[in-house]
């Protein structure tokens, strides 16, 4: 039986250095040194990257009462909830269901109305459905002591089909 030789083993591209042509006359090589100049303080640059960021001048306060909105969303939650177990498909889109709350209207204060925690949970811990048409209002906090000015208020909205459905702003009565 022949020997078997042993395979070499290649270094990954990103590890090799960068590869210079060969130059023939003395310009050239001053490119070259050129070039590599160039390359390493890009390098350097790179690595050493600002991390800081800045403020934007001269802004104001905003006034909480103009802040008090309502709007209409669809929230796809089936690729939120792709890859999830079974047991904890509803608890789990109710938590993404706060954190889209949050992300949308802006406040850590998130309050659910208890016809759309049924409305999730309605065809069982792993039936959820795959999008939920929900109208999110931002409202005053008007709770003595309250940490802060404004809530979100998540409720269900009865729609036959929520598919293509876009946000829409609604005037509260």
Same mark, same amino acid.
């Given at each position: 039986?022949?020997?078997?030789?042993?395979?070499r083993?290649?270094?990954?591209?990103?590890?090799?250095?960068?590869?210079?042509?060969?130059?023939?006359?003395?310009?050239d090589?001053?490119?070259?040194?050129?070039?590599?100049?160039?390359i390493t303080?890009?390098?350097?640059?790179?690595s050493?990257?600002?991390?800081?960021t800045?403020?934007?001048?001269? /802004?104001?306060?905003?006034?909480? @009462?103009a802040? *008090?909105?309502? +709007?209409?969303?669809?929230?796809?939650?089936? &690729? #939120?909830?792709?890859?999830?177990?079974?047991?904890?498909?509803?608890?789990?889109?109710?938590?993404?269901?706060?954190?889209?709350?949050?992300?949308?209207m802006g406040?850590?204060?998130?309050?659910?109305?208890?016809?759309?925690?049924? /409305?999730?949970?309605?065809?069982? @811990?792993?039936? *959820?459905?795959? +999008?939920?048409?929900?109208?999110?209002?931002? &409202? #005053?906090n008007?709770?003595?002591?309250?940490?802060?000015?404004?809530?979100?208020?998540?409720?269900?909205?009865?729609?036959?089909?929520?598919?293509?459905?876009?946000?829409?702003?609604?005037?509260?009565a």
């Amino acid at each position: 039986m022949p020997a078997m030789s042993k395979a070499r083993r290649q270094e990954p591209s990103w590890l090799k250095a960068p590869v210079f042509h060969t130059f023939r006359n003395s310009s050239d090589f001053a490119a070259q040194a050129q070039t590599r100049q160039l390359i390493t303080t890009n390098r350097d640059k790179s690595s050493k990257m600002s991390t800081t960021t800045k403020k934007p001048a001269g /802004k104001t306060q905003r006034s909480a @009462i103009a802040d *008090v909105v309502a +709007r209409e969303y669809t929230i796809h939650l089936h &690729k #939120r909830l792709h890859g999830v177990s079974f047991k904890k498909r509803a608890p789990k889109a109710i938590k993404e269901i706060k954190a889209f709350a949050t992300l949308s209207m802006g406040t850590t204060d998130v309050r659910l109305d208890p016809q759309l925690n049924k /409305k999730v949970w309605e065809a069982g @811990i792993k039936g *959820v459905p795959f +999008r939920l048409r929900v109208r999110i209002s931002r &409202k #005053r906090n008007d709770e003595e002591g309250a940490k802060e000015k404004l809530y979100s208020y998540v409720q269900a909205v009865n729609v036959q089909n929520p598919k293509g459905l876009h946000t829409v702003v609604v005037e509260d009565a």
